[in-house]
T-cell receptor, first 113, second 114 residues
Framework: DAGITQSPRHKVTETGTPVTLRCHQT?????MYWYRQDPGHGLRLIHY???????DKGEVSDGYSVSRSKTEDFLLTLESATSSQTSVYFC????????????FGQGTRLTVV | GQQLNQSPQSMFIQEGEDVSMNCTSS?????WLWYKQDPGEGPVLLIA?????ELTSNGRLTAQFGITRKDSFLNISASIPSDVGIYFC??????????????FGQGTILTVHP
């Protein structure tokens, strides 16, 4: 499983509430990513990290923030959840940032009601 | 931004049949990746292609990197029930430093009837 753990695996939250999703890795990988998966869109990159405290925006970053204060944890925060953020969120990790070596977590299903 | 268009969107086939799907882009890609996603799981890499015209196999799966570098194809021979899932093509995201960022196609949902 490449040592990736996403938590929680499922969450239902109300519109307007803050939500934090956690990606934890045990392999000391430098690169970490957050994607969201929606029907008809495949996976789209939200934010990524290329080291501790080094993060940048991806394709669909509006409404999301991230933090990486230590190598093993990459947190995704929805400051004020909206129904359009109902999705399945995947974390991925990579050692060298090569495209073919990313491993994905099992996903977090988030429902905003 | 970049877009990868996969077709077909879904396929319903009988066990034992061969399957073909493809992925096209309006821009050139230097790497093509094919992933499979089982229900309730994250995507898993099946095949990586790095050179135009390259043909690579992984068991019953064969993928090709198109000559124009704007398309790629995935074939599955003699399908079995465990081939069920969503198949994604992916390539490097454009712009800035790469850092392994990926752009994905919309996916092809494969259903195999026993």
């Amino acid at each position: 499983d490449a040592g990736i753990t996403q938590s929680p695996r499922h969450k239902v939250t109300e519109t307007g509430t803050p939500v934090t999703l956690r990606c934890h890795q045990t392999e000391n990988h430098r690169y970490m990513y957050w994607y969201r998966q929606d029907p008809g869109h495949g996976l789209r990159l939200i934010h990524y990290s290329y080291g501790v405290k080094d993060t940048d925006k991806g394709e669909v970053s509006d409404g999301y923030s991230v933090s990486r204060s230590k190598t093993e944890d990459f947190l995704l925060t929805l400051e004020s959840a909206t129904s359009s953020q109902t999705s399945v969120y995947f974390c991925a990790i990579s050692t060298t940032g090569q495209w073919a070596e990313a491993f994905f977590g099992q996903g977090t299903r988030l429902t905003v009601v | 931004g970049q877009q990868l268009n996969q077709s077909p969107q879904s396929m319903f086939i009988q066990e034992g049949e061969d399957v073909s799907m493809n992925c096209t882009s309006s821009s050139i890609f230097n790497t093509w990746l094919w992933y499979k996603q089982d229900p309730g799981e994250g995507p898993v890499l099946l095949i990586a292609l790095y050179k135009a015209g390259e043909l690579t196999s992984n068991g019953r799966l064969t993928a090709q990197f198109g000559i124009t570098r704007k398309d790629s194809f995935l074939n599955i021979s003699a399908s079995i029930p465990s081939d069920v899932g969503i198949y994604f093509c992916a390539g490097p995201s454009a712009g800035g430093t790469s850092y392994g960022k990926l752009t994905f196609g919309q996916g092809t949902i494969l259903t195999v009837h026993p």
